[in-house]
């Protein structure tokens, strides 16, 4: 895995435990605002998994 990949997962982590939601979890509604002509789905993050370097664009 690149220092890139690693970082990343690192930060995702970081910002997990910070309190930072992208998606509601059934307790408490997302609180990151995604630019509006962005659309995520948890299943396009799981598609990743944890190695970011071979996803496709």
Known sequence: MS???????K???LLEA???RFFGNGKS???VQLEPSVTLKTL????????FEK???
């Not at 220092?3 to 997962?9: G, Q």
């Open 29 to 31: 509604p997302a609180n």
């Open 55 to 57: 996803a496709v664009n």
């Open 44 to 51: 396009d993050l799981d598609a990743l998994g944890d190695n």
């Open 18 to 20: 910070a309190g930072w």
């Open 3 to 9: 220092k890139e990949a690693t970082a990343r997962i």
């Open 11 to 13: 930060i995702n982590k």
